[in-house]
């Protein structure tokens, strides 16, 4: 697997260059933004991790075009930041992690490998529930009348929802099994991809995404003759 690495940290770039090399990857390291774009169309890297704050172009825009170009490619973003704005930025943008800097460089390789096994191991292609089909190898989301190209992340995180549906699946247990980790931040993260996917299975009435106060989530499949109650927005206590 190749990885494109965007740091314009000398010194830190070579460690996290070191790491991946040694972990089995096939490395390129750009020092800037410009740099990336240019080595990116070379390489054809199968991941990118990328920098937020660098000189010549910044890793949002450098983000941006990468998914014009390849939408499909699971990107991971570093920052010194933790704010609110940038990581709705971010996955906005369909990052598949965000990374508050400092962190471990093995931290790094944990969610290279989750990203990349969920990503490129999948052998089922098509997983339903009531009138709704997640096409998972092609990112497509069937739900009622409505037809979603989703995000690498978006598609995991519903895969885990269906496999499990109709069983409660505590906060913890989503973030360790989608984001290698359970973490304040990723956690936020997570509510918004919530949100998203609540909204793309908004026609399929059968189905529904529901709160379980103070333990998690739960992807119930309607019986006969039942109505779903309105839940709350994830993160909600």
């Known amino acids: 697997m190749k990885i494109l690495l965007a740091e314009d940290d000398r010194d830190f770039g070579n460690i996290l260059s070191q790491y991946i090399s040694i972990s089995g990857f096939d490395?390129?390291?750009?020092?800037?933004?410009?740099?990336?774009?240019?080595?990116?169309g070379q390489v054809n890297p199968d991941l990118?991790?990328?920098d937020v704050m660098m000189p010549e172009m910044d890793g949002?825009?450098?983000?941006e075009k990468i998914k014009e170009a390849k939408p499909d490619i699971p990107v991971i973003?570093?920052?010194a930041k933790s704010l609110k704005e940038?990581?709705?930025?971010?996955?906005?943008?369909?990052?598949?992690?965000?990374?508050?800097?400092?962190?471990?460089?093995?931290?790094?390789?944990?969610r290279i490998n989750n990203i990349l096994k969920r990503a490129y191991s999948s052998s089922n292609d098509e997983f339903r529930i009531s009138k709704t089909v997640l096409k998972f190898n092609t990112l497509e989301l069937i739900s009622g009348e409505n037809k979603e190209k989703l995000t690498l992340k978006e598609a995991q995180l519903l895969k885990f929802f269906i496999v499990n549906k109709n069983k409660v699946l505590a906060r913890e247990d989503i973030l360790t099994e989608i984001w290698g980790e359970d973490d304040?931040?990723?956690?936020?993260?997570?509510?918004?991809?919530?949100?998203?996917?609540?909204?793309?299975?908004?026609?399929?009435?059968?189905?529904?995404?529901?709160?379980?106060?103070?333990?998690?989530?739960?992807?119930e499949e309607i019986k006969p003759g039942e109505e779903f109650r309105k839940e709350e927005e994830p993160g909600e206590k």
């Open 27 to 40: 490395i390129t390291l750009a020092r800037d933004g410009k740099e990336a774009w240019d080595l990116f």
């Open 48 to 50: 990118c991790v990328l």
């Open 60 to 63: 949002f825009t450098l983000g």
């Open 77 to 79: 973003f570093l920052t």
């Open 86 to 110: 940038d990581i709705v930025r971010g996955l906005k943008i369909g990052a598949d992690d965000y990374i508050t800097k400092p962190f471990d460089p093995e931290v790094l390789i944990l």
């Open 184 to 219: 304040y931040f990723l956690g936020r993260s997570m509510d918004v991809f919530i949100s998203r996917l609540r909204k793309y299975l908004s026609d399929d009435k059968n189905i529904d995404i529901r709160t379980v106060r103070g333990t998690g989530f739960i992807l």
